[in-house]
């Protein structure tokens, strides 16, 4: 078994950290990999500060500074670097087998250049999980402007050490199909003696839903009377539901052009789970809706199963750019856990293969003759099983966690 250094710029004790990194590195920790995981917390953590969650999995804490912003992450490398050189020298200092570390596994494109560095500086193995787009994520998502000289630099280098970072990381991780077919189209010469790019050397671990907690059958019919009822809901009430944050990249006055013409002669309520109250009260200020047929509301993340279960279907478009060829949208996953069907759009990710008519709606086009034609396919009889069948085959954990091993074992045995 391999000796892990896992390195994320995101927080373990943030939502994502304890939805999509831990669940996996504790799997993998079953299985006998020694995991030492490094995550930058947006709260006050002592600066190197380890904890053991397990007997072979071990967390350590740096900070997350975000201000002022670029100097910031700088700093965060700087700790970063020092952190990692330190725990690379290690076998020299103590040489026991147990601490030597075989593999630097890094999530996204910050840490990802101290993989590299790593794997220049020690020779150790890299895996570079890309997550996505990274470097034009941020460009179309607005966050680096590139009329700015300043983030138009930025840019530049990132995209040149994308194809750096690709081209020597030991195995590539992309969250989709649909972005490793984008890759393998790129020119690497500049940055390799090889023009093109195996793909062999990518593979595909979407994000992941919790198939035990995202279940129907853990939703009891007095739970989702008492939330009906919490709502003000009728039971014979149709519920169009959309979960989650309102940000950058869904398309919201879409949606509500969507549910204008969905619920005429339909009876359909639009319920929003979001904590996004604002974004969503300025959205609806010069729309017309009777009393009731919006609902909004948040919750924690153990309620939303229940949720979803008193839905009858769930949306959400995606604004279908270049980086979001590389996006995975984890909810779509705990949905179809859930056996209710999908209304989205085409265009992002891996939903063109993943929507098929029977465990959802695929819209071509974002307007009106369109979305008549889509709600006249809505699958509302839809056989759940059969949904959930796709989020099993999509979104396992448990899949993502043998995924990650064999590329573990692969690796290891190449030392």
Sequence with gaps: MANILYLSYDGLNDPLGKSQILP?????????HTITVVGFEKGKKPEGSARQTSGKLTTVHLTYHKWPPVLSTLYDLYLLRRLVTKMLNAPVRHATAASQIDIVHCRSYVTALIGLWARRRFGVQFVFDMRGFWPDERVEGGVWNLKNPLFAMIYRYFKRKEKELISEADAVISLTRNAKKEICTWNFSDVSPKEMLSSDKISVIPTCADLDLFSADQVSISRQCQLRKSLGIEENDRILLYLGSLGTWYMLDEMLDFFEVLKVNSGFR???????????????ANRHYQPGEVILTSCDRQQVPSFISICHAAIFFIIPTFSKKASAATKMGEIMAMGKPVITNSGWGDVDEIIDGENGILIENLETRYYQKSIARIPLQTDPSKIRQTAIQHFSLQQGILDFNRIYERLRNDL
């Design 24 to 32: 996996y590195l504790e799997g993998l920790a079953d299985l006998g």
């Design 270 to 284: 639009f319920l929003f789970v979001t904590k996004d109250r604002e974004v969503l009260n300025r959205a609806l």
